[in-house]
T-cell receptor, first 119, second 113 residues
Framework: DTAVSQTPKYLVTQMGNDKSIKCEQNLGHDTMYWYKQDSKKFLKIMFSYNNKELIINETVPNRFSPKSPDKAHLNLHINSLELGDSAVYFC??????????????????FGPGTRLLVL | AQKVTQAQTEISVVEKEDVTLDCVYETRDTTYYLFWYKQPPSGELVFLIRRNSFDEQNEISGRYSWNFQKSTSSFNFTITASQVVDSAVYFCALDNQGGKLIFGQGTELSVKP
């Protein structure tokens, strides 16, 4: 029944490792997002995909690579993890359709978050 | 540029008090959307309300109410008769139709019994 799910919930890893976080939504939404919440609780968007197409790519190191195999899934792969990557990563989804930008903006619904700790 | 400011970093109240969380936004767009989200201690982000820029009508949902004023670029959130379960971090956010939420810094509300 979970609308937006993420795995894993917790991730503890060593500096230099590569890791992935998975996200799935069963809401039938067209757009999915990744946000990062830092230690001061500040939330900032990283990426957004609309129907498997990248539409938002904020200034994020290219060690971060999102992949959307279909519109219900958006995974985040991180290479060569650094201490500063420690944060909570949230996945979200909405009905936002790029071709209809200007129409009523839909609400973004968030997953439970993945707490990443890089040692 | 779009920006959201929540000037109150932390607020502490005693149960049953009313509390207002302030949110001021900046945007040059005439069409935009404003949101409030709640992040309880368990960490998830819970959607509370969405407002579009053409609808300045205030909204009430149970003990929660929202006051949207375009003249002052504010979208304040009031909890009436606060309860311990209201303790959380509350985020105000802005979307200018680009599909990107711009969040404020959050206000941590602590409701003591």
């Amino acid at each position: 029944d979970t609308a937006v799910s993420q795995t894993p919930k917790y991730l503890v890893t060593q500096m230099g490792n590569d890791k992935s976080i998975k996200c799935e939504q069963n809401l039938g939404h067209d757009t999915m997002y990744w946000y990062k919440q830092d230690s001061k609780k500040f939330l900032k968007i990283m990426f957004s995909y609309n129907n498997k197409e990248l539409i938002i790519n904020e200034t994020v190191p290219n060690r971060f690579s999102p992949k959307s195999p279909d519109k219900a899934h958006l995974n985040l792969h991180i290479n060569s993890l650094e201490l500063g990557d420690s944060a909570v990563y949230f996945c979200a989804s909405s009905h936002f359709r790029l071709a209809e930008a200007g129409s009523d903006q839909e609400t973004q619904y968030f997953g439970p978050g993945t707490r990443l700790l890089v040692l | 540029a779009q920006k959201v400011t929540q000037a109150q970093t932390e607020i502490s109240v005693v149960e049953k008090e009313d509390v207002t969380l302030d949110c001021v936004y900046e945007t040059r767009d005439t069409t935009y959307y404003l949101f409030w989200y709640k992040q309880p201690p368990s960490g998830e982000l819970v959607f509370l309300i969405r407002r579009n820029s053409f609808d300045e009508q205030n909204e009430i949902s149970g003990r929660y109410s929202w006051n949207f004023q375009k003249s002052t670029s504010s979208f304040n959130f009031t909890i009436t008769a606060s309860q311990v379960v209201d303790s959380a971090v509350y985020f105000c956010a802005l979307d200018n139709q680009g599909g990107k939420l711009i969040f404020g810094q959050g206000t941590e509300l602590s409701v003591k019994p």
